[in-house]
């Protein structure tokens, strides 16, 4: 079981330097990951936000080890064609260590911007640019990425719902998120064992904790990442008292 940690780029974690900074010395510290909220805006509006891209790119830059991505991106609302260009540049900035997490996005951020709202509808606008994605990677676009066959796709799916679980059974991992308890993640760790079947590719399963909570039942559940997760916008020193702490 791997351990990351999953941060919100807001208030003074909006700042890509201090991002950097962080994920040294989690990478010290001997964490395995570093994951970071994809928002536009978060309320209240004048909220500081930083662009996931970005930050991720510091990150990349200031590491060697830390596997990293966002989580989650909206992709049906972004440029299918543009996303791939930053993926597969990012995947070679930090030598493979890319991982895309992908869902549906939260309304918060549709809705200033005339985006579609219809569930549904973003779900197939969802599954149309994972595809597109799939091939651009495949070598529509040059260069490649550095991982093969593929980045790897985590795909969010709320509980209990069901649809986006088969639609990350297609792809490399579940990120379900407010899950009652580990009783639930092995009883969708099964349903994903059954489903995959006869597949040798690896396919994660990640959950967050809060800080200090005990991760050892969610291994025993099947996790393969298990996330310490921040409130929304944590000063700069509790992130760090965290990460001092270690990977628990």
């Known amino acids: 079981m791997n351990r990351g ?4 780029p807001f208030g003074e974690l909006a700042n890509p330097l201090v991002l950097a900074d962080l994920a040294g010395h989690a990478e010290a510290r001997g964490w395995d990951g570093l994951f970071l909220w994809d928002r536009i805006l978060y309320p209240p509006r004048e909220r500081a936000v930083a662009d996931v891209w970005v930050a991720l790119s510091a990150i990349a830059s200031a590491t060697e080890r830390l596997r990293l991505g966002p989580m989650i991106t909206p992709l049906g609302r972004r440029r ?5 260009r930053e993926t597969v540049t990012l995947d070679h900035l930090s030598r493979g260590r890319l991982t895309l997490g992908v869902g549906l996005g939260n309304v918060d951020d549709l809705v200033p911007f005339g985006e579609v709202l219809d569930a549904r509808e973003r779900g197939r606008l969802l599954d149309q640019a994972l595809n597109q994605l799939s091939e651009f990677w495949g070598g529509e676009f040059q260069p ?8 790897p796709i985590w ?13 990350a059974i297609r792809w490399d991992g579940l990120f379900p998120i407010d899950l009652p308890g580990p009783d639930e993640l092995a009883e969708v760790a099964e349903e ?8 040798e590719n690896p396919f994660d399963l990640v959950v967050e904790i809060p800080p200090g909570a005990d991760a050892s039942s969610w291994k025993a ?9 921040l409130e929304p ?9 965290v990460i001092e702490a270690g990977p628990r």
């Open 5 to 8: 940690l999953y941060l919100a």
């Open 80 to 84: 299918v064609q543009k996303v791939a």
């Open 144 to 151: 490649v990425p550095v991982q093969h066959p593929r980045i």
């Open 233 to 241: 916008e944590p000063q700069e020193v509790e992130v760090r008292e």
């Open 192 to 199: 994903i064992k059954e489903s995959r079947a006869g597949s």
């Open 221 to 229: 559940a099947g996790a393969t990442w298990v996330l310490t997760s």
């Open 155 to 167: 795909v969010a799916a709320n509980w209990p719902h069901r649809r986006p679980v088969r639609r």
